[in-house]
């Protein structure tokens, strides 16, 4: 009803031109459009422009160069080499011997024969992996450093095993007094530590009960022990002398150089029957020397436990000839024990 009374009166507006003037002069501006105003921030001209997505071509594409470049960087070996029929076909004959000779080394009681198939086993491992195209990284790289350390320890067997050349007269001595306690490298060693002497008849090397600080070997001529002042026994050639006090300065720590008794002094005197070749090693030297390589300490102690048996059977073996009509020839030695004594 409103619109239907507006009708005339704008029907009038129009027939009058001043109307028209009035109305057109308090009709208010059309507003702008907000479109048309410029945005603070600059445009980004590319927005309008699709983005491109990337398709199943593209990723498969990724994927593959990222595989070929995987396996390109992984191999050791070149490819041609690893793709072979004959690697192939060796492949499995290599792996099964590397761990056959692994398994072998348990058997083996040489420590030489052991660490050289432990080399050997290891080694057929690293050529076992390198021939893959993927290898496996970590367990090539410790049967690498397996192959070292076996290697290193069956380098320092050789050397011990085989020092070198002996003389005519160490081949002897060796093969008749230490081929059974100690090795070639070691008896070589145990030489060179020692320097040999001739000490003239009635020479007495230790005295009983009074501590001694050198280890004495006989390699050419015989002494004589007394033990509480009486003949005991011969010491024949290729024997220690002042074992027994050796092993025990050496259990002790060294103790000092003096009178000790019977316990920590020489075990008797042993005095030379004719003129003797001997050799002799110092007691702190050979002690420091053994410090420093385990294998022969032991083995010299079982040198010289070996040689104390030997020792103690032939004193039996004495003992039981003067009981049966040696004491002559015992009171006779202890005469002549008595004018070295008294010389001295």
């Known amino acids: 009803m409103a619109a239907m009374h507006l009708l005339p009166s704008m029907r009038s507006a129009r027939s009058c031109g001043c109307s028209r003037r009035y109305l057109s002069a308090k009709a208010p501006s059309a507003p702008r459009s907000t479109m048309s105003r410029s945005p603070p921030w600059p445009r980004n001209h590319n927005a309008s422009a699709p983005r491109s997505r990337p398709t ?6 990724s994927s593959s160069q990222f595989i070929e470049h995987t396996r390109r960087n992984s191999n050791i070996l070149p490819l041609h080499l690893v793709n072979s029929s004959h690697a192939k076909l060796a492949l499995p004959i290599i792996g099964n011997a590397a761990y056959v000779t692994l398994a072998s080394g348990f058997l083996m009681t040489d420590m030489l ?16 992996h390198s021939l ?15 192959v070292l350390v076996n290697a290193g320890a069956a380098c320092m067997l050789i050397a011990d095993q085989f020092p070198g050349s002996l003389t005519e007269e160490e081949e002897g001595l060796y093969e008749e007094h230490f081929a059974m306690t100690l090795s070639r490298g070691q008896f070589k060693r145990l030489m060179g530590l020692g320097r040999s002497r001739v000490v003239e008849a009635g020479t007495r090397l230790t005295v009983e009960g009074v501590q001694s600080d050198t280890l004495y070997f006989t390699k050419r001529g015989h002494c004589e022990l007394y033990l509480r002042g009486r003949y005991a026994k011969d010491i024949d050639e290729g024997s220690f002398v002042n074992d027994v006090a050796f092993q025990q300065h050496y259990q002790d720590g060294g103790g000092n150089n003096r009178i000790m008794g019977a316990e920590g002094g020489a075990y008797g005197t042993v005095v030379a029957d004719g ?15 053994l410090e420093k390589r385990p294998d022969m ?3 010299i102690r079982l040198c010289l436990t070996s040689h104390l048996v030997k020792g103690l059977l032939q004193q039996r073996k004495a003992a039981y000839s003067n009981n049966n009509g040696g004491e002559m020839m015992g009171g006779f030695r202890q005469d002549l024990l008595d004018n070295n004594m008294s010389d001295a």
């Open 113 to 128: 024969t052991l660490r050289l198939a432990l080399v050997g086993g290891y080694a057929g491992l690293v050529a076992f």
């Open 56 to 61: 199943t071509t593209s990723a498969s594409s």
């Open 297 to 299: 300490d032991r083995n």
């Open 275 to 289: 003129e003797v070749e001997v050799v002799e090693w110092n007691y702190k030297e050979l002690r420091e020397h």
């Open 132 to 146: 893959h195209a993927r290898p496996l990284r970590i367990p090539l790289r410790w049967s690498a450093l397996f």
